[in-house]
């Protein structure tokens, strides 16, 4: 199994950069498809963004395309989610997600382990 802590989080003006970090345990970790989620207050846990275990493939939510780029480093058990050009309505408790399943990477019920969170805020 793996264990998954989040990292990188904090308060940050719309507009800017944020990179959160994903450490994981496990000596199988190259071998998961990994993910962000995130939570915002009152909403459902969302799919934000998704790699496959080598990181060739990945999938992202179309609110967050073209600004944030998900990308990891199997070396060093970690995936990362740089987020650019930060907008208020990504505010948010941002989840990394871990399952050796693949196909429907965008629903939360195909990911076996998650992290405890990081909580993401952006505001002027």
């Known amino acids: 199994q793996v264990q998954l802590v989040e990292s990188g989080g904090g308060l940050v003006q719309p507009g800017g950069s944020l990179r959160l970090s994903c450490a994981a345990s496990g000596r199988t970790f190259s071998r998961y498809n990994m993910a962000w989620f995130r939570q915002a207050p009152g909403k459902e846990r969302e799919f934000v963004a998704a790699i496959g275990w080598s990181g060739g493939r990945t999938d992202y939510a179309d609110s967050v395309k073209g600004r944030f780029t998900i990308s990891r480093d199997n070396a060093k058990n970690t995936v990362y989610l740089q987020m650019n050009s930060l907008k208020p309505e990504d505010t948010a408790v941002y989840y990394c997600?871990?399952?050796?399943?693949?196909?429907?990477?965008?629903?939360?019920?195909?990911?076996?382990?998650w992290g405890q969170g990081t909580q993401v805020t952006v505001s002027s």
């Open positions: 997600a871990a399952t050796t399943r693949g196909g429907s990477y965008y629903l939360g019920q195909e990911y076996n382990y």
